[in-house]
């Protein structure tokens, strides 16, 4: 079956660090893959999604770049704030699964001044 | 606009009361679905809506029982819960485009986050 592998958290930066948070998956078809951001008390928000191989996700500075050959989707910003601090989920669907989304264990990101 | 709307935000129940959640959006999506997520883990899935008819249920409990009305609301009705079904619910949409569902984004809303005494 489909699934999603983030890494650890909590991951803890200084404002203006680079971030990277890595994530594979495993799927039976072509998912298509999403970054889900979850700040405290609220719910998820769609901060990109790539459909197929070589796309490039991009959204308030945060990146992500669909690589099939190696199966991950690692999400990048060049310069962190503190206002970034939240849980970051990885997430994929695909054609075996409709609708269903498949979720990492979510990274949780602390960003300090 | 991509809100889907929640409500309650908080509710506090019994275990032998009867609650209901409400989850509404204007997107015109034709898919609509309950969450349950608890602290530190991600959402777990319970039910899909797809053109108002029910098209998933993860084998959730029957004291969870949800309604879709019309395209724009569902609502997940609770009746004898237990205090482990404490959790914020999430309701989230999408448009849902045939046979090429799985590319479609789903929007979540705020969450209601829901305790049983």
């Known amino acids: 079956g489909d699934s999603v592998t983030q890494m650890e958290g909590p991951v803890t930066l200084s404002e203006e660090a680079f971030l990277t948070i890595n994530c594979t998956y495993t799927a039976t078809g072509y998912p298509s893959l999403f970054w889900y951001v979850q700040y405290p008390g609220e719910g998820l928000q769609l901060l990109l999604k790539?459909?197929?191989?070589?796309d490039k996700g991009s959204n308030k500075g945060f990146e992500a770049t669909y690589r099939k050959e190696t199966t991950s989707f690692h999400l990048e910003k060049g310069s962190v704030q503190v206002s970034d601090s939240a849980v970051y989920f990885c997430?994929?669907?695909?054609?075996?699964?409709?609708?269903?989304?498949?979720f990492g264990t979510g990274t949780q990101l602390k960003v300090e001044l | 606009d991509t809100e889907v709307t929640q409500t309650p935000k908080h509710l506090v129940m019994g275990m032998t009361n009867k609650k209901s959640l409400k989850c509404e959006q204007h997107m015109g999506h034709r898919a609509m679905y309950w969450y349950k997520q608890k602290a530190k883990k991600p959402p777990e899935l319970m039910f899909v809506y797809s053109y108002e008819k029910l098209s998933i249920n993860e084998s959730v409990p029957s004291r969870f029982s949800p309604e879709c009305p019309n395209s724009s609301l569902l609502n997940l009705h609770l009746h004898a819960l237990q205090p482990e079904d404490s959790a914020l619910y999430l309701c989230?949409?999408?448009?849902?485009?045939?046979?090429?569902?799985?590319?479609?984004?789903?929007?979540f809303g705020p969450g209601t986050r829901l305790t049983v005494l």
């Open positions: 790539a459909t197929k191989a070589d």
């Open positions: 989230a949409s999408s448009f849902t485009r045939g046979t090429a569902q799985w590319r479609d984004t789903q929007y």
């Open positions: 997430a994929l669907s695909d054609r075996e699964g409709g609708n269903k989304l498949t």
